[in-house]
């Protein structure tokens, strides 16, 4: 039972801090942070602008680092490990979806959403089939050779979230996702961050709207860096879980389609060295 | 890997094709620096391809002897050209040429100097008249033929003179009757025995043009000039077999009467063909150095433009980062970029300046030479232009900040 808990933790951040200036001008964007983070959980991050939020939500998207903390991700230290590895975690374990989309404005949206799979190594055929299965399920199957700025706000949204998804990643990060949409485009958005959610996928998001808690199962209010109020909504027993066992169903059947990894040459050298 | 590179290399060709103007021009930055060097390389190729067919023409048994080191170094070149050698002696003299006459295995020997002065006839007068002067054994080396007359004769030498078609046509206005007419030479009256036919190739080993050019005896115009500079000696050798051997005998014959100088070369058979001026070597060094500059600032023109793209896209790159592209993706892509638009160039470049050779080659008798050295040596060379000129943009692009780039507006 104790192995099982621990396997469930996702995210550790231990003494997590942010410092930016020396001297003088030292402020801290985060300050001795601690959370756990388990699998399954939906979490929002509210709080007053300047209070660390994206901060933390970049760091542990491994777009930053901590001047100083832990950060175990699946029980791996990842705070100090090299740019070029944090680059591949980044590609295959975690999405982002972004308050202003953040989409190649050259580039169609079907090849947008395959973008994080051309850092991972698919080939080109199974990137686009990925793509287009799961532009399909956000019902955009008939725009995939639409440019960015051909769609609305709301569609674009769902294409950053189609993309986010694409490589099956562990952590979803979302940063006022809705913050550039209409209520009517939100309510959409947030639900089918719902329906990803109930997959068993961990989602982090950062809000300043206190009427989307009521899609989370965790609520962290922040204030100057620090936790202010943690508030679990749903018992951890309730999260979408056992994720194991939700892990093992998306394997069997996995809900995007994914084709072949083309080793690289590296592997192919690796496994031939192996089998010698 | 390999799927990487080939995304890379649509990317690049996507980023190309958006900015068509910018990337044409670019590229044509490259091409033209390309293309001057093509158009200098291609030269150089056809000129010592014309004296080669020109060797092979007058035959397997040429031997030349020239005046300086046997090697020619490119100090040896600098001095020759610094030290202002028209004051110079020649290294070799018209004794040497005797000797060499003397010699059983040479058939027939002529040293050839060369001058320029003013020529009066009767008609007009010309200044700076090439003027070659040899001996009557240079018909038997060269296959001059003679339109009009005959080539003068140790008998009638000293009276005598050659002239090339052109400069006939220009002292007497005719060809067909200048023979036995007067050409006045520093004072002294020459008779004109014989008028060239017109030569097909206006270069030759010899350095001269012999359409423009008057010949007369080498002892004459040592005469009226006082001295001469004996700027090759050609030798027929009197049997073709042992070429080597009779070369060897003849530097060792001018090392004796030269008490052991050995202050010239001895070349027969292709090495004749090698541009004999060096002169000839530094100015198309030169130009090839005034093409690669011009090349360098393609270059430059590539980094600028790459650099302007890497400040377009920061948004783009920050967007890549944080879908999981490394520094080193990020790197590879503007890379690539780069070095598509100086390849790109280059193959622009490459067809352009075989244009423009052969345009050339409808005017003047050089025709376009190609080989894959030349185009192995284009490219490398845009290749290198392109790692060079673009590593800097791409390391820029790589070592961007995500969090900053996604700040960063379009």
Request: hydrophobic residues 40%.
């Amino acid at each position: 039972m104790e192995k099982e808990v621990s396997e469930n933790i996702l995210i550790e951040l231990k003494g997590l801090t942010k410092r930016y200036g020396y001297g003088d001008t030292e402020s801290f964007a985060l300050k001795d942070f601690d959370l756990t983070i388990k699998r399954g959980e939906f979490i929002m991050i509210m709080g007053p602008s300047g209070c660390g939020k994206t901060t933390l939500l970049n760091i542990i998207g491994l777009l930053d680092r901590a001047s100083y903390g832990e950060y175990m991700l699946n029980g791996e230290d990842v705070a100090s490990i090299s740019a070029q590895r944090q680059a591949r975690l980044r590609a295959k374990k975690i999405g982002f979806i972004f308050q202003d989309f953040n989409l190649i404005e050259d580039l169609p949206i079907i090849e947008n959403v395959a973008l994080p799979l051309v850092y991972t190594g698919y080939s080109k055929t199974s990137r686009l089939k990925n793509a287009s299965s799961t532009l399909k399920r956000f019902h955009l199957d008939e725009r995939e050779y639409y440019f960015p700025y051909q769609l609305s706000g709301g569609q674009q949204q769902r294409v950053a979230i189609a993309r986010a998804i694409v490589g099956n990643p562990e952590i979803i990060l979302a940063d006022e996702p809705t913050g550039n949409l209409d209520s009517r485009s939100s309510h959409i958005v947030m639900e089918e961050l719902k329906s990803i959610h109930e997959e068993g996928n961990t989602i982090i998001m950062v809000t300043h709207n206190p009427s989307l808690t009521t899609y989370a199962t965790r609520v962290i209010n922040m204030l100057d860096g620090q936790i202010d109020t943690d508030v679990k909504t749903v018992a951890d027993h309730n999260l979408p879980q056992p994720i194991s066992v939700k892990i093992e169903k998306r394997k069997a059947a996995p809900e995007v389609i994914l084709g072949d990894i083309e080793p690289t040459e590296k592997d192919k050298r690796k496994k031939h060295r192996r089998s010698k | 890997m390999p799927v990487l590179l080939r995304t890379h290399f649509k990317l690049a060709k996507t980023s190309i094709k958006e900015n068509r103007t910018r990337s044409f021009l670019t590229c044509l930055g490259i091409a033209i620096g390309v293309a001057s060097i093509i158009l200098i390389l291609s030269l150089m190729g056809s000129i010592t391809n014309l004296i080669k067919t020109e060797v092979s023409d007058i035959g397997s048994d040429l031997i030349v002897v020239r005046p300086s080191s046997s090697k020619s170094s490119i100090t040896n070149i600098i001095n020759e050209l610094t030290l202002s050698n028209k004051f110079e002696q020649s290294s070799l003299s018209l004794s040497d040429s005797a000797a060499i006459a003397a010699m059983d295995d040479t058939a027939a020997v002529a040293p050839i100097a060369t001058s320029t002065n003013t020529i009066e006839s009767e008609k007009n007068t010309f200044p700076s008249v090439p003027i070659l002067g040899t001996t009557a054994d240079y018909i038997k080396i060269e296959p001059l033929a003679l339109r009009y007359g005959t080539f003068f004769t140790d008998q009638n030498k000293s009276g005598s003179v050659v002239l090339g078609r052109t400069l006939s046509l220009a002292l007497f206005n005719t060809i067909n009757s200048t023979v036995g007419k007067t050409v006045t030479i520093m004072g002294e009256k020459f008779m004109v025995v014989g008028v060239l036919d017109e030569t097909e190739k206006s270069i030759n080993f010899d350095n001269v043009d012999l359409d423009n050019a008057l010949i007369m005896d080498i002892e004459s115009l040592d005469h009226i000039l006082g001295s001469t500079q004996i700027q090759q000696i050609n030798i027929k050798a009197a049997n073709t077999d042992s070429l080597a051997t009779i070369a060897d005998n003849i530097k060792s014959k001018l090392k004796d009467s030269k008490s052991g100088d050995e202050n010239f070369s001895v070349a027969y058979g292709d090495s004749i063909a090698h541009p004999s001026s060096s002169l000839f070597v530094i100015v198309s060094g030169m130009l090839a150095l005034v093409a690669a500059i011009s090349l360098v600032v393609g270059g430059i023109g590539v980094m600028n433009i790459m650099l302007v793209s890497v400040a377009e896209r920061t948004h783009e790159i920050g967007i890549r980062k944080a879908v999981g592209a490394s520094s080193r993706n990020i790197l590879m892509q503007f890379l690539f970029e780069a070095l598509i638009l100086s390849v790109l160039g280059g193959i622009f470049g490459l067809l352009l300046g075989y244009l423009l050779a052969f345009l050339l080659s409808i005017i003047t008798p050089f025709a376009p030479f190609i080989s894959w050295e030349i185009i192995a040596i284009t490219f490398l060379t845009t290749l290198t232009v392109g790692i060079v000129f673009g590593i800097y943009p791409a390391i820029k692009a790589a070592s961007k900040n995500p969090i900053e780039s996604l700040k960063h507006y379009r």
